[in-house]
């Protein structure tokens, strides 16, 4: 009997990866299609990745996908961690509110997060592009970072930071030398996060992107709207393989990270 609920159980999983992942094994597998008809098979080739790297505006839009994700990661890392050490370190007046408040963007609707990025920078009469892609990035990538350095610092404790000012340091020195070393693999992992949900992202960039400030999954999109190609299917592939790239670096560090922590317990 335990055998057979073992083997149902089994058999249950491999059938949800599969419900999962093979929509995106199709893509993949086509976007080596040697026939631009999806429908048909007709040998393998790489010709569709070798035409997307010729392409200019592909070219151009993965150009502008890694300039705002690396420019708005990084203030989105800055601003998290800064966001982080202050809440640990600090007493704020409703405390549990403005925790609630940071970590909002993460559950509200995407659609409704772009919708009043856009009123917003209309208001303020900002014309849309890169500076505004980079701002609404920042705003939804932030809290992610925060989440991953807050738990960093609840694990750590205040025994080595009290330690450090006991021997003499500033909570300057205490914060360079003892505090930033040690949530370093978080601080990393926090960035990749960010990095990878802005590389990512499609609907609050459809909002509040302008001229000249086509990303990635804006002209995938663009694509789309024109039909289903090889060429859809590779750039698709590529930007797939890339998100899950950074997501098991990510991984890697935060696994770092907890290792690193449990040796300092």
Do not use: C
């Amino acid at each position: 009997m335990k055998t057979l609920r073992r083997n149902a159980l089994s058999g249950y999983s491999w059938l949800m990866l599969v419900f999962l992942y093979l929509p995106i094994l199709i893509l993949v597998l086509y976007s080596f299609n040697d026939s631009r008809i999806n429908a048909t098979w007709t040998g393998f080739t790489w010709k569709w990745y070798v035409s997307l790297f010729e392409n200019r505006q592909v070219m151009q839009a993965l150009m502008n996908s890694l300039t705002i994700g690396v420019i708005s990661s990084v203030i989105a890392t800055v601003l998290g961690t800064a966001a982080a050490l202050a809440v640990k370190h600090y007493s704020i007046r409703w405390s549990n509110i403005f925790n609630g408040l940071m970590y909002l963007p993460i559950v509200i609707p995407e659609i409704m997060m772009g919708l009043a990025l856009l009123v917003l920078f209309s208001q303020v009469q900002m014309e849309l592009g890169k500076v505004t892609l980079i701002l609404a990035h920042v705003t939804f990538s932030m809290p992610y970072v925060m989440v991953i350095i807050s738990g960093r610092l609840a694990d750590m404790g205040k025994e080595l930071e009290e330690a450090s000012q006991d021997l003499g340091a500033t909570p300057w020195e205490t914060l360079r030398y003892v505090t930033l070393p040690l949530i370093m693999p978080g601080i990393i992992a926090g960035f990749l996060m960010a990095f990878t949900l802005s590389l990512d992202d499609f609907i609050i960039s459809f909002f509040v992107a302008g001229p000249n400030s086509t990303t990635l999954p804006l002209y995938i999109y663009g694509l789309v709207k024109r039909g289903v190609s090889p060429e859809v299917n590779a750039l698709s592939t590529l930007l797939i393989v890339s998100t899950v790239l950074l997501v098991v670096v990510a991984e890697i560090f935060r696994r770092k990270d907890s290792k690193n922590n449990q040796s300092i317990l």
